[in-house]
C-alpha cells in the first residue's frame, strides 16, 4: 500500500527557514510524479511546487524564489526547502503522489500533513 509521511514542519518567525520531507513508499516512483500542496483554513488546497518523472520543476508565483523541490534517495524522499518565509505561509502542508501534480484532481495519493506556522 502507498504510505506518505511528512515531517519537519513547526512554528518559524517571518524571514526563517523550513525544510519539509516526505518519505515515501508503496508504489513504482518513476511512474509517477511528486508535489506538495498547501491549505489554510478557510481555503482550498493549493499546488505549492511539483516535479515530474524527468526533473522539472512548477512553482507557485507565490513562493517562486522562496521555496525550492526536490528528490533523494533513489526519488522515494521529497524535499521542500522554504526560505524567506511569510505568514502567508502559514497551512498544512500535504505531500503528493499522481499522474499530474499541479492540481488536486491529478494527485492519487496524499500524505496526512504537516503544520507551517509562520509568525510576523
Request: contains cysteine.
Amino acid at each position: 500500500q502507498v504510505q506518505l509521511v511528512e515531517s519537519g514542519g513547526g512554528s518559524v518567525q517571518a524571514g526563517g527557514s523550513l525544510r519539509l520531507s516526505c518519505a515515501a513508499s508503496g508504489y513504482t516512483y518513476s511512474d509517477y510524479c511528486m508535489g506538495w500542496f498547501r491549505q489554510a483554513p478557510g481555503k482550498e488546497r493549493e499546488v505549492v511546487a511539483a516535479i515530474d518523472t524527468d526533473g522539472r520543476t512548477r512553482y507557485a508565483d507565490s513562493v517562486k524564489g522562496r521555496f525550492t523541490i526536490s528528490q533523494s534517495n533513489a526519488k522515494n524522499t521529497l524535499n521542500l526547502q522554504m526560505n524567506s518565509l511569510k505568514p502567508e505561509d502559514t497551512a498544512m502542508y500535504y505531500c503528493a503522489v499522481g499522474w499530474a501534480c499541479t492540481v488536486v484532481p491529478g494527485v492519487n495519493y496524499w500524505g496526512q500533513g504537516t503544520q507551517v506556522t509562520v509568525s510576523s
